[in-house]
């Protein structure tokens, strides 16, 4: 299912779409549209606004629905690196890359998503709140130093 296009729906009326880039982590198009687009290098060329591991019920009971599959780009091929943060002690963070950890300063976890687990809906609700222009719940909470 590696490179596969999913369908993502944002509320009743939008949706954007969605792409699997490892087992795990899938990333997200800046792409909302009220029209069902099967133009896969049309969508391609659209930002990624976040990559996020999702949890793999995503397709079967969030209503994902896959719509097609190509060959990543080198872009996407790229491990992508998350944050972890002790709770409790802030200064305790690491980066991890694809199951490897090292140790890291708060400095260089800076921009990155802390190693999470997502559920389709808090996905749906962070692209709709993107889309509104206000701030996630979810993101807030687990954001580094939240803890």
């Known amino acids: ?14 949706h954007t779409y ?7 982590v899938y990333a997200f198009y800046d792409f909302k549209t009220d029209l069902e687009i099967s133009d896969l290098d049309l969508i391609e060329k ?4 976040f990559k996020l591991i999702v949890h793999r019920s995503a397709i079967n009971s969030g ?4 719509i097609g599959k190509k060959e990543l780009p ?6 992508v690196p998350f944050f972890k943060q002790e709770i409790g002690n802030p200064d305790d963070c ?5 199951g490897n950890s090292r140790k890291a300063t708060q400095e260089e976890c800076e921009g990155l998503e802390r190693l999470a687990v997502w559920e ?3 996905v749906q609700q962070r692209l709709l709140d993107h889309y509104s222009g206000i701030r996630n719940n979810y993101t807030d909470a687990i954001r580094l130093n939240a803890f």
């Open 74 to 79: 080198e872009d996407l091929k790229v491990p």
């Open 18 to 24: 969605g792409r699997i880039i490892n087992k795990l």
């Open 46 to 49: 659209s930002n990624v606004l």
């Open 94 to 98: 690491s980066i991890v890359t694809e």
């Open 63 to 66: 209503g994902w629905k896959i």
């Open 120 to 122: 389709h809906d808090h």
């Open 1 to 14: 299912m590696i490179g596969s296009f999913v369908r993502v729906p944002i509320d009743g009326r939008y």
